[in-house]
């Protein structure tokens, strides 16, 4: 596998990890978060670098099965935020600016997606965007 592949891979990972962190911030995941989290992978995440995992699916999809993963393991969130801010610190050009807007946009619709945002949640988006220096 190329580098440029394997880092693409852990990308797509690390962003299952923040949206299942974003999704647990309330100490449960909801079938309304995951079936956001789906539709943003479809309708936004495919289109944004045609990069293939080694099976020849779209690595975007990397995000649903870490989510899966994870929801399977029923772990805290807290841990995977700190995974995905030290991958974003070293991998910074892997987030231009339409990247870091669609990061922001789907762990809102996330938070949204159950009877609005919770104080936790909008604390979580905070620390996004605060992060992402948005």
Known sequence: MLNSEKIGNEFYQNLGKLYYAMAMTDGIV???EVRRLRKYVRQHWLDI???EDEFGTDSAFQIE?????LQNEEKEGNEY???FAEFYKDQPKKFGPKVRKLIIETA????????GKNKSEIEFLQQLKDLLGN
Do not use: Q, T
């Not at 099965?65 to 993963?69: G, L, M, R, S, T």
């Open 108 to 115: 809102d619709s996330i938070a949204s997606s159950f009877a």
């Open 49 to 51: 670098d045609g990069m």
């Open 81 to 83: 935020f700190s995974d």
């Open 30 to 32: 909801r079938p309304s």
């Open 65 to 69: 099965i870490v989510f899966d993963w």
